[in-house]
């Protein structure tokens, strides 16, 4: 990771996927207006998808029996198969479509979001960001349980407001026209959201882009938020990403869990950057990821190492945290939305070094999933966040924490903001 109304060519642009129930001319129309919005795919879109996916131009089998050349023939088969003859896109757009969506422009950019209100008038707001390749869909299945806790197992008193935004260029959101959409400015624009929404009290969540945004909120300090929550957080000490960055050996003097962590992050130094450079280098050039479904979901695929086999055996027959219609409506929203590109691009502008404290002065909650990209040691997320109020090692879960393991995360949550209540 740097420093992770019209019909086009078979399938649609983000305007026409808006069906707006104001009138010209309403207060709607206002630069700061919230507009309600409704995803609607045309059926011919979804028929352009099928046949594309079933005329794959298959390349060669891997000559390895692991995943070290990359995702594997056979995983991606099985994928194809589902995608064009059972999956169901419209069963993902009515969950969609059952939830509180809206469109409000910030900076000139129209930014989507999910806004989820409960019904307990104590209930602390909480803004959640999701990363690259995940969207909205993400974090979907967590907002019952923070909205109505008590449905779920939890007590009133745990209620949250839900919104969850989509980032600029990603899902639903506009997608800039001109360059410097970067964590920072997306970081002003969610407090502005925050604030547009009535909200002069909240939290805020995220991780992979989502933790590089929530962190660059904090260090704007608007008096309005009061804590921020992470499952990605940026702990690594200046020594072990020089240690990393020229291949030196192991440092000595590492306790096990920061031994842990050094394994995953030069694991992924080694084998798991490769996306993220060319991203971050040239993300105008993977005109394939726009032209081919399969493309774009071979590539959304290999993220990290954890991800992928835990999708891999998933397609297998083996649901674990994740389902099949988890996986293809995540990847089905990219296509639809036409934004493997313009997604990209936030690897472009950041110019943020992604997993260094950055000094954030805000109590700040971690959650240390083993799965992630690197499992953050309590000793360098101690040092890395100067008013840490809570962190917690987890025994499952992974890069897509709120995906993967919905209750796990939420009861996260509860805990990490218990205190700011």
């Known amino acids: 990771m740097k ?5 086009l060519a078979g399938r649609i642009t983000t305007g026409a996927l808006i069906m707006m129930a104001v009138s010209p001319g309403s207060d709607a129309q206002a630069p700061d207006a919230i507009r309600p919005f409704h995803v609607s795919v045309p059926d011919a879109t ?37 995608w064009a003859t059972n999956y169901d896109w419209r069963k993902c757009e009515a969950k969609l479509n059952a939830l509180p969506q809206f ?36 974090q979907m299945k967590i907002i019952g349980p923070l909205t109505d806790p008590v449905a779920y197992g939890g007590k009133a008193e745990d209620a949250f407001d839900v919104v969850i935004p989509s980032l600029p260029g990603h899902g639903y959101s506009g997608k800039p026209t001109t360059t ?54 940026a702990t690594v000490p200046a020594d072990i990403e020089k240690a990393l960055a020229t291949g030196a050996v192991t440092p000595s003097g590492l306790s096990a869990d920061e031994r842990r962590a050094w394994d995953q992050l030069d694991f992924f130094y080694k084998h798991g950057l490769g996306y993220a450079q060319e991203m971050a280098g040239r993300p105008q050039t993977l005109y394939g990821l726009e032209d081919s479904p399969i493309g774009l979901a071979v590539w959304m695929l290999d993220h990290d190492a954890s991800s992928y086999a835990l ?29 493997a ?3 990209a691009r936030l690897y472009w502008e950041s110019k943020l070094p992604f997993f260094a404290p950055k000094n954030v002065q805000v109590p ?52 990490s903001f218990k205190s700011l209540r």
């Open 103 to 138: 469109m409000t422009t910030i900076d000139g950019v129209d930014i989507h979001f999910i806004h989820v209100r409960s019904k307990n008038k104590n209930a602390l707001p909480i803004i959640i960001t999701h990363g690259w390749p995940g969207s909205i869909i993400e």
């Open 46 to 82: 979804l028929t352009d998808l099928k046949q594309r996916v079933k005329a794959t131009k298959w390349p060669d089998k891997e000559i390895v029996t692991d995943a070290s050349q990359g995702v594997q023939l056979a995983t991606m088969k099985k994928l194809a198969d589902y």
């Open 3 to 7: 420093n992770k109304n019209n019909i």
């Open 311 to 339: 999708i891999a055996r998933v397609f297998d027959g083996k649901p674990e945290g994740l389902t099949r219609d988890d996986i293809l409506d995540n990847i089905t929203l990219y296509w639809l939305t036409n934004t």
């Open 180 to 233: 410097g959409w970067d964590p920072i400015r997306i970081a002003r624009a969610w407090v502005v959201l925050m604030k547009r929404l009535g909200y002069t009290r909240f939290v805020a969540q995220g991780g992979d882009w989502g933790n590089a945004v929530t962190e660059q909120m904090a260090l704007l300090a608007p008096p309005e938020l009061i804590g921020i929550h992470t499952n990605m957080p």
């Open 364 to 415: 700040t909650a971690v959650s240390s999933f083993p799965d992630e990209i690197y499992a953050a040691p309590k000793s360098w997320t101690e040092k890395a966040y100067p008013k840490l109020i809570y962190y917690n090692k987890l025994s499952k879960g992974g890069h897509f924490a709120a995906w993967e393991q919905p209750q796990i995360f939420t009861e996260e949550l509860r805990a």
């Open 341 to 343: 590109v313009s997604s």
